[in-house]
């Protein structure tokens, strides 16, 4: 499964808001609820409900049966008994400018990643540039920087985010890891918006990593969406010298999916309430700004 809703265009009235929160678990209504800005509830109510859809939609688990719970780093998972059927099941949220993506798959670890490019919301891109250096090797960099137009080395930089956000994400390990561990070899340089992308190899230690599938998508113009998928047939631990088996006939020689596009009204068609009414989250809701103001902006 690969799904995409545009939480930025979402605009919930009270019906479908509260709706909404009546079919995510409490404590995540609650963290939903504490976001300052509504850019970022939605985004996060969003990646919530696609969650439960392709759990409740691929494993036939009813709504109000599913039980998620988070690891030690954060990374939501199921906490329902499937090893019987779904062994190796795995799903990844992600949410950053205008959409909430999930990737899903059955077999395989997965983890993604979307990135908006854009200016930074203050300083010079030659300063932002300066306080990621350390995330990106040399050969990274040049990559990067092998262009005069400050906007098309912010694109590339942001897909080379996406790419290694995915690959940690489908590790689940969180903050900690060295980034310059791994190196990515974008391909192609340009990418048409709707299709999708395999050929993207990455370094690990210096090294490629046959162990990894990528696939890459340009949603629209400005966002880029990177999806890891681990085809090794033992549990993906980057910390290993090499992985000795893989799966052959798996993801590796499946064609990439393509992006399906939600509507608020299919993100819970199979919905089931969790939860009372409560008209207050409505307006606190209501009550918050929609986005941070920035200061030194650059506009395209």
């Given amino acids: 499964m690969r799904w995409a809703f545009g939480c930025g265009a979402w605009t919930p009235g009270r019906a479908q808001w509260l709706q909404a929160a009546r079919c995510v678990q409490s404590e995540e209504k609650l963290r939903i609820g504490q976001f300052v800005f509504t850019r970022d509830a939605k985004a996060a109510m969003a990646g919530r409900l696609m969650i439960r859809k392709v759990i409740a939609d691929t494993l036939n688990i ?6 998620l719970q988070r ?27 205008d959409y909430a993506v999930l990737a899903a798959e059955h077999s395989h670890q997965v983890g993604i990643d979307v990135m908006k490019t854009d200016f930074p919301g203050s300083g010079s891109v030659e300063e932002f540039f300066r306080i990621m250096k350390r995330q990106f090797t040399e050969t990274e960099w040049k990559s990067i920087k092998c262009v ?62 046959e162990g990894w599938l990528f696939e890459e998508t340009m949603l629209d113009e400005r966002h880029h969406v990177a999806v890891a998928v681990a ?61 941070p103001s920035r200061q030194g902006a650059h506009s395209t």
């Avoid at 999916?257 to 207050?280: G, I, K, R």
């Avoid at 409505?282 to 009550?287: A, K, T």
């Fill in 62 to 67: 009813p709504w109000d049966e599913i039980v």
């Fill in 231 to 291: 085809v090794a047939i033992e549990k993906p631990n980057c910390f290993k010298e090499k992985h000795s088996h893989y799966i052959s006939g798996g993801a590796a020689d499946q064609m990439p999916t393509q992006f399906t596009f939600l509507t608020f009204e299919e993100l819970v068609a199979s919905a089931v309430p969790l939860l009372p009414e409560d008209p207050a989250y409505w307006d606190s809701f209501i009550s918050k700004q929609e986005t």
């Fill in 148 to 209: 005069d137009s400050e906007w098309t080395q912010l694109h590339t930089f942001y897909r080379h985010w996406a790419l290694k956000e995915s690959f940690i994400k489908a590790l689940g390990i969180g903050v900690g890891f060295n980034l310059q561990r791994i190196e990515f070899q974008p391909s192609p340089r340009q990418m048409e918006v709707g299709k999708v992308y395999k050929e993207t190899k990455m370094l690990l230690d210096g090294e490629e990593e």
């Fill in 71 to 97: 690891t030690a780093k954060g990374k939501p998972f199921l906490a329902n008994d499937v090893s019987s059927t779904f062994p190796n099941f795995s799903f990844n949220v992600s949410h950053q400018g």
